[in-house]
């Protein structure tokens, strides 16, 4: 009942009170709170502030890392281990566009045997299945993975992926990875590549 007071007090563009406020802090009703949210966002900003409609498609959990922490990896041959061919990954391109998504965000582990070939063309794939759609793929550690298994530098690389319209590897990772490596030649191949 007194959500429903709240829910009228936002559609009438009054303010809410301290008691609302609690109200809205103790339900459990995140799905309403989130839509009256965005209302009063859109009403505010218009279109300049957003939710980003994403799939996740994470190609492979093969890693030949094997970081410590990890609960995503496996090793080859280990149950529950998987790659998904192109065409898997077009056919969850094509769910995502039409379930709305405007953005593929594809990550995965470090695949034993991939060659660099074989993510060109994902994102590729990618890209044919809707042209608009956004793609944001790959972690900093894939990039330099990338660059170790084709024997191109990092700005190489991100040169390759930059020609397909790859939009941008996630940018915590870049600031990251950046300052991770030290090496101003790097951070200038990143910079350079990036711009
Ligand atoms: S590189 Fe990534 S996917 Fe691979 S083991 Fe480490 S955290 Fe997991």
Known sequence: MLFEQIKDKIENNQRVGEKDAIALFESHDLLQIGELAAEVNRRKNSDRVFFNVNRHINYTNLCVNQCI??????EEGEE???TLA???VCEKAIEAVAAGATEIHSVGGLHPTLPFEFYLDMIRAIKEVSPSLHV?????????YFSRISGLTVGE???????????RCREGEQRFW?????????RKNLRRALA
């Open 178 to 186: 950046e300052k991770r490596s030290g090496t101003r030649s790097v």
């Open 136 to 144: 944001k793929a790959f972690t900093a550690v894939e990039i330099d």
């Open 86 to 88: 192109l065409e898997q």
């Open 69 to 74: 922490f990890c609960a995503f990896s496996k």
């Open 157 to 167: 690389v991100i040169d390759a992926l930059k020609k397909l319209v790859w939009d």
């Open 80 to 82: 529950g281990g998987y």
